[in-house]
């Protein structure tokens, strides 16, 4: 399909053209013009080439939720060099990898992540810093975010990008348990944008916000990237808590597009909201993904907001992310709805054959929306896409009318407050223990966070180990949300035939309460 724009940088441009005084970002008491948006990302952009950053570098951004965030991916982009932008959750050992496999020299960060990231360029190839909010001490080596802004001598550069070049790289951790790069293109983006515009009928009076991580997948293309691309401003939340602010900013920046994550929606289908929020909200929009929906958090919310509808989708880092959404003219509850327009999704088995309407199978992906590949890993990439296929590893059905149902997710993959959990990457950590001789983390259905991580230890012959010296030891090296809730010794797990581990044995019985927590 023709795509309008070849880059992010050239709808930037045609917006401030178009509507130059219009708001672009709201953040607290701050408002962003678009004519201001992009003399930002102009300045910044010469600021970075200063630097010593050019086409195809990758560029590090380790920033929570911020219009600098928005400035920095935009400028970066505009030198045709590649953002990557980085989990605010992760330790500093996650971060270490992440920043050596993508090797960038470079990285854009706030003050509150200097402790974090104390001589990480010793044990990396990081040589400067671009410090925004409370920075150390300025040098050669650190560099602030304010200055960046205030560059004149920008009118030489020109985007640099095209349609097949790098927009993002997206770190994800797959089944094998390391961090892979998701390296997605500029059409990879565009396709997604342009195939949710035409399924809900985005126009710039439509105002997004945008209060769960900038980071993620979801959060980047469909409440950041979508609203700069149809002009409709976006209202920045830094944090989701307090939540009353998130609720707040709803009602006073009249946002009509509102997306979020099942735990979000939970929580707003029981909360009490004063009656001039129910009265007064614009909500015209609940968009759902990262995790599967509960049918009761569903009705709840088409009972108390009978304006709005809550449509939930599906989608992954791999595909941009978005690969279906239920429409709004349209809806089946438990369904993710059928694929965007352009897409095509087939249920296969494990030999790739696609499977009748109905049956369930492993669900695939084609269309322009899936990545280049992941970064600088031919295998993985020639693993997960086949023939212009992407494997999601996720199991499904699609019924007559083309609605897709997902059964189960990946086989490992828990998936807690919508954040993706890969057991691999845990149990590695947990197996470098001294006293851990074998272990096995699975996901526990729980009301409140969708799943959390449950660890099986046998302990090393004639060792003891007790679930405070098993935290203690993940604390420095995890992510809190990947730090299993509950840790279980056993005297031995259950294996196959090969000595492959059970997993599903050991998730059938903890499910079921055959297991007692570890004192």
């Given at each position: 399909m023709p795509y309008r724009f070849r880059n992010f940088y050239e709808f930037i441009e045609e917006n401030a053209r178009r509507f130059p005084r219009r708001p672009a970002l709201f953040e607290e008491k701050?408002?962003?013009?678009?004519?201001?948006?992009?003399?930002?990302?102009?300045?910044?952009?010469?600021?970075?080439?200063?630097?010593?950053?050019r086409k195809g570098d990758n560029v590090a951004m380790l920033m929570g939720n911020s219009k600098e965030f928005i400035i920095a991916f935009l400028a970066i982009g505009k030198l045709g060099a590649?953002?990557?932008?980085?989990?605010?959750?992760?330790?500093?050992?996650?971060?270490?990898?992440?920043?050596?496999?993508?090797?960038?020299?470079?990285?854009?960060?706030?003050?509150?992540?200097?402790?974090?990231?104390?001589?990480?360029?010793?044990?990396?190839?990081?040589?400067?810093?671009?410090?925004?909010?409370?920075?150390?001490?300025?040098?050669?080596?650190?560099?602030?975010?304010?200055?960046?802004?205030?560059?004149?001598?920008?009118?030489?550069?020109?985007?640099?990008?095209?349609?097949?070049?790098?927009?993002?790289?997206l770190y994800t951790s797959g089944t094998t348990g390391k961090p892979k790069g998701v390296m997605l293109t500029y059409k990879n983006i565009f396709s997604n944008i342009e195939n949710i515009v035409r399924v809900f009928e985005i126009k710039p009076k439509d105002r997004f916000i945008v209060y769960l991580p900038m980071f993620h997948a979801f959060t980047l293309t469909a409440t950041v990237l979508l609203p700069l691309y149809t002009a409709s401003p976006i209202v920045i939340v830094k944090s989701i808590m307090p939540f009353s602010n998130v609720i707040k900013q709803t009602l006073l920046k009249r946002v009509t597009v509102f997306m979020g994550v099942p735990e979000v929606f939970n929580a707003l289908s029981k909360a009490k909201l004063p009656w001039y929020f129910m009265w007064f909200n614009r909500i015209r929009y609940f968009v759902s993904g990262g995790a599967p929906l509960p049918l009761d958090t569903l009705e709840r919310m088409r009972k108390k907001f009978k304006r709005a509808v809550l449509l939930e989708g599906y989608g992954l880092s791999e595909c941009s992310p978005v690969v279906s959404v239920n429409l709004p003219h349209k809806q089946k509850p438990l369904s993710v709805g059928p694929p965007l327009p352009d897409?095509?999704?087939?249920?296969?088995?494990?030999?790739?054959?696609?499977?009748?309407?109905?049956?369930?199978?492993e669900i695939i992906v084609?269309?322009?929306?899936?990545?280049?590949?992941?970064?600088?890993?031919?295998?993985?990439?020639?693993?997960?896409?086949?023939?212009?296929?992407?494997?999601?590893?996720?199991?499904?059905?699609?019924?007559?009318?083309?609605?897709?149902?997902?059964?189960?997710?990946?086989?490992?993959?828990?998936?807690?407050?919508?954040?993706?959990?890969?057991?691999?990457?845990?149990?590695?950590?947990?197996?470098?223990?001294?006293?851990?001789?074998?272990?096995?983390?699975?996901?526990?259905?729980?009301?409140h966070h969708?799943?959390?991580?449950?660890?099986f230890i046998k302990p090393a012959e004639g060792e003891e180990l007790s679930e405070s010296e098993l935290r203690s030891f993940l604390k420095d090296k995890l992510a809190n949300y990947k730090i299993p809730r509950q840790f279980i010794l056993v005297e031995d797990l259950p294996k196959n035939a090969t000595g492959k581990v059970l997993k599903r044995v050991l998730r059938e019985k903890l499910n079921k309460g055959e297991f007692d927590k570890v004192r």
């Open positions: 701050t408002k962003v013009r678009w004519r201001d948006l992009k003399r930002y990302v102009d300045s910044f952009a010469r600021y970075l080439e200063l630097v010593g950053v590649v953002p990557v932008p980085l989990n605010t959750f992760l330790k500093r050992a996650e971060l270490e990898y992440i920043l050596k496999d993508c090797g960038a020299k470079l990285i854009i960060t706030q003050g509150k992540f200097a402790d974090l990231l104390k001589g990480i360029e010793e044990s990396t190839e990081i040589e400067k810093f671009i410090w925004s909010e409370g920075a150390p001490i300025l040098d050669e080596k650190n560099l602030s975010f304010e200055e960046g802004l205030t560059i004149e001598d920008y009118e030489h550069i020109k985007p640099q990008a095209d349609l097949e070049d790098l927009a993002v790289m897409y095509e999704v087939k249920i296969v088995d494990e030999e790739l054959m696609e499977l009748p309407t109905g049956e369930v199978g084609k269309g322009d929306c899936v990545m280049k590949g992941y970064y600088n890993n031919p295998y993985e990439t020639e693993n997960t896409i086949v023939n212009g296929w992407l494997r999601t590893g996720d199991l499904g059905y699609v019924d007559e009318d083309g609605f897709i149902y997902i059964v189960d997710r990946k086989k490992d993959l828990i998936i807690c407050k919508g954040m993706n959990i890969y057991p691999r990457e845990v149990e590695e950590v947990l197996m470098s223990h001294p006293k851990v001789e074998l272990c096995a983390v699975v996901g526990k259905k729980d009301p969708g799943e959390i991580p449950v660890a």
